[in-house]
Each structure stands twice: as structure tokens, then as C-alpha cells.
């Protein structure tokens, strides 16, 4: 009889598979998009090559609300850098020049707003194919030698063949999917700045060497120390590691070796933050295995704010914005200023419970439960300093001397949205620093 994991496991496998009727759609379009691309780059004597990325390539597809499709254009390195964005958006503007449109997409996908160019260490492009359905365009330098590679995305093709290479099991495949989507729901999915979690690719990795789900996620709950995973053994141990990999790449709790590229950490965007959430809820699900676990929690702020009235705290509901391009670029803004609010809030509050979501665009939603404080202690000059001792004792009437110093105690009498308010006039030019372009109360 089987377990009751490996009947949840067979369950969320069942739901997370994509229904024939969408990978149909995609391979139709995708094979035809393929051939025009191909026959424009030749046309424009281009010296590039076509492949398919990401998870599509991989066999590593799990269903969603929308699939993105990661194609990229391979460039002889010839080819300057700077370069390759601007041939890529000459091939696709020179795709269908008669407005032709493409048999299986529903409509011209080069009709206004179907296509954006997304900004970055180097710009790529965004197609929109259907509402559920987009195509991201990336060009990358043809390497042979990963040392060669002038961008990440450079070793793109070096990561699908090792995959395809490596795990041909579907057994493996479908635990890589199971990983995904526990990640996914747990919300430590993804190398972006504003997640800091694990990439597709470091699942991919991790999967593959523990040999399935479940040990990947009973491995990762024990992790204590700064782990070293090399699963090619380009090493000796790890003290060789500490010495021949960048240290700026060293920071994440998890050092995992890319099989393709030894100097490089493909968990360096892991942050012992996310580490330690990822940890709770692995824990959490090996002692009770739940199916919720691959499912992605709504926060009932309703409940939230019912529950903080019963306790006799105050609830606060923000939203910002910013003018940043979304994406990584926006979400890092975005969390950055939640965390600096954040610490400005425990100044003067007790933070009982907090929230951040970041919609993809260019704002986010910020929740904060908080009790205040009955007052606070303020630092005030060392005492040698007479003049500055003399302003302090005037602005603040209860003062006391300690250690050489004075400090003031003073008691706290407004509540969050007033705080919220004066905040934001104080910190008007900081705020627009920090490349935010709104902060309002919603509640």
C-alpha cells in the first residue's frame, strides 16, 4: 500500500501537468516562429543560431496561469556585446513586414504592444502570443569556453544540454517538477533580487544529485553550515573552492558548483533568509504531508486585520509604487523600500506580523501589524559636548545621564497612519531617492 506522501506527490502530479490542448498550442506556434526566425536571419546574413531554453527544453513544463517560452539567438562572437540586442530587434521588427499573421497565434503578434523590450545588462524582447502564452527573445554570445561568457544568459545552451545530457529519466523529470512547484508556492522560487530563492536550473541540479524530491528537500532542512555541492567534482574539497571561486559569489548558505562552469555558484542568489523560510516549510511538510504544501497561499488580510483588532493592534495596509521597469528591476525597488519603511517602523512600533507582495508590475502591496510602544529611548550628545547638551535639553524634557551620554525617554502618542503621514513629508526627497513614486494608505 502506498504511502500517504507518495499519494499526495502522485496527486500534485496529476494537477500540475499541462493540458495536451496547451502544449499543442505552444509546439505549433513555437515550430513556426522558429522558421521565420530562421529564415530572417539568413535573409539579413546574420551569423546566428536558433535553440529553445527554460524548462520547455528540459521537459521540465508545469501548468500555469501563462507559459513563458525562452528563445534564444545564438551570436558568432564576432559579434560585439553591445551589438546583439540591436540585431535581435532588427530581426524580429523584419519578421513579418507584410503584417502577415501567424497560422496558429490568434493574432499579428507584431500588432501594437505585443512586443516590449525588456532593459537589462542586455535588452531582450518580450512577445505576446496570446493571453496565456508569451515568447522572451534573448540574445546570447556563441562560447565555447564558458571563461568566454560575457553574460549569464551566455551559458544558457551549456545549461539545457547538461540537463538533457544528464536526466533522461522521467521519473527525475517529474520530481524536478514537484520541486518547482513546492518552491513556487513557498515563494522562494526564482534568482530574482527581490526573492532571492533557487533558479530553475539550481532545482534542475539539486534534484538530480539527491535523486528526487523528497531527499532534495530532507538534505536541504539539515543544512547547518555553508554547504558545498560539486557534482562533477571539479574540486578537490572545499577549502579549494573557498580559494578558486569569487568571493562575492560565495555569500549564499548553499555553494552549488555549476557542472558547466566551475567558477560559477549557481545558488549565489540564495540568501540565508530564503534558505531558512525554504527549511520551515520543508520541515513542516516531511512531519505532516499536506497537499496545500504545493499550493500558494492567499494572505487573508480580512482575517489579518480582524485578529489584529482582537489583540488591541493596529493594522496598516500600504501601497507602492515605482517608476522603475518591472520585473527584477522594480521587485528589488519595491523590497528594498519595505525594508527600510520597515525599519523605521520598529523605531516606534512593535511589529507583530508583516507582509510583502509585489504584483510584477511597478507596485506592491505592504501589510503591518503593529503594537506601539510606550515610549522610546532617543540618543542624545556625549556630555563634554555643552552647546549640543543644551539644544538636546530643550527639545526633550526628560532626559538622564549614561556612560558619558545623555538620553532622552520619550512617550509615543500617535498611532500608525499618522506616523505613515509625517513620514512621507519628512522623507520626501528620500523617498524619490529611492525611486518611489507613491506611497498611500489603502486601510
Same mark, same amino acid.
Given at each position: ?7 499526495? $506527490? ?26 521565420? &526566425? ?10 546566428? =543560431? &536558433? ?14 496561469? !501563462?507559459?513563458?517560452?525562452? #528563445? ?6 564576432? !559579434?560585439?556585446?553591445?551589438?546583439? /540586442? *540591436? ?14 499573421? $501567424?497560422?496558429?497565434? @490568434? ?13 537589462? /545588462? ?13 515568447? @522572451? &527573445? ?13 553574460? #549569464? ?19 527525475? $523529470? ?46 536541504? /532542512? ?22 578558486? &571561486? ?24 540564495? /540568501? ?37 483588532? *482582537? ?30 519603511? @520597515? ?18 508590475? *511597478? ?7 503593529? *503594537? ?6 532617543? =540618543? ?64
Amino acid at each position: 500500500m502506498k504511502t500517504k506522501v507518495n499519494q499526495i $506527490l502522485e496527486q500534485v502530479l496529476e494537477k500540475i501537468e499541462p493540458p495536451k490542448k496547451d502544449i499543442t498550442i505552444i509546439k505549433n506556434s513555437l515550430e513556426e516562429f522558429l522558421e521565420k &526566425v530562421g529564415k530572417k536571419i539568413k535573409v539579413l546574413k546574420i551569423n546566428a =543560431e &536558433v535553440f529553445v531554453g527554460g524548462s520547455f527544453a528540459k521537459n521540465t513544463v508545469i501548468k500555469k496561469d !501563462y507559459y513563458d517560452l525562452d #528563445i534564444f539567438i545564438r551570436f558568432d562572437k564576432k !559579434y560585439k556585446d553591445e551589438e546583439i /540586442s *540591436k540585431l535581435t530587434g532588427k530581426i524580429l521588427k523584419e519578421l513579418d513586414t507584410q503584417g502577415r499573421t $501567424l497560422k496558429n497565434i @490568434e493574432n499579428n503578434i507584431f500588432t501594437k504592444g505585443n512586443v516590449s523590450v525588456v532593459h537589462g /545588462s542586455r535588452d531582450y524582447f518580450r512577445i505576446k502570443i496570446s493571453p496565456s502564452f508569451f515568447i @522572451e &527573445v534573448i540574445p546570447v554570445i556563441k562560447v565555447r569556453n564558458p571563461k568566454e561568457s560575457e553574460n #549569464i544568459t551566455d551559458l544558457s545552451y551549456s545549461h539545457v544540454k547538461y540537463i538533457k545530457k544528464k536526466i533522461k529519466s522521467e521519473k527525475i $523529470l517529474d520530481e524536478i517538477k514537484l520541486a518547482k512547484v513546492f518552491c513556487y508556492a513557498n515563494h522562494c522560487y526564482g534568482a530574482e533580487s527581490y526573492i532571492n530563492g533557487f533558479s530553475g536550473y539550481a532545482l534542475e541540479l539539486l534534484v538530480y544529485y539527491y535523486k528526487g524530491f523528497l531527499k532534495f528537500i530532507k538534505a536541504i /532542512s539539515k543544512i547547518k553550515d555553508k554547504e558545498v555541492i560539486d557534482i562533477e567534482k571539479h574540486y578537490k574539497n572545499k577549502q579549494t573552492v573557498l580559494m578558486d &571561486v569569487n568571493s562575492s559569489k560565495l555569500k549564499s548558505p548553499i555553494i552549488l558548483i555549476d557542472p558547466t562552469y566551475k567558477q560559477r555558484n549557481a545558488l549565489a542568489a540564495l /540568501s540565508e533568509e530564503t534558505l531558512e523560510k525554504f527549511q520551515k516549510v520543508c520541515k513542516k511538510f516531511l512531519k505532516n504531508p499536506s497537499i496545500k504544501a504545493f499550493e500558494i497561499e492567499k494572505i487573508d488580510l480580512e482575517k489579518i486585520k480582524k485578529q489584529a483588532e *482582537k489583540n488591541k493592534f493596529e493594522f496598516i495596509l500600504l501601497e507602492t509604487k515605482t517608476n522603475k521597469q518591472k520585473g527584477d528591476v522594480a521587485g528589488s525597488k519595491l523590497l528594498k523600500f519595505y525594508k527600510h519603511l @520597515e525599519s523605521e517602523i520598529e523605531k516606534f512600533f512593535e511589529i507583530k506580523n508583516k507582509g510583502f507582495n509585489y504584483n510584477g508590475k *511597478k507596485s506592491a502591496r505592504y501589510f503591518f501589524v503593529i *503594537k506601539t510602544k510606550k515610549e522610546i529611548l532617543i =540618543e542624545g550628545p556625549i556630555i563634554k559636548d555643552k552647546k549640543n547638551i543644551k539644544m538636546f535639553k530643550k527639545k526633550h524634557k526628560h532626559t538622564f545621564e549614561k556612560k558619558s551620554r545623555i538620553y532622552a525617554r520619550e512617550k509615543i502618542n500617535f498611532n500608525i497612519k499618522k506616523f505613515i503621514d509625517k513620514w512621507k513629508i519628512k522623507n520626501k526627497r528620500k523617498i524619490k531617492e529611492m525611486s518611489i513614486r507613491g506611497l498611500n494608505i489603502k486601510v
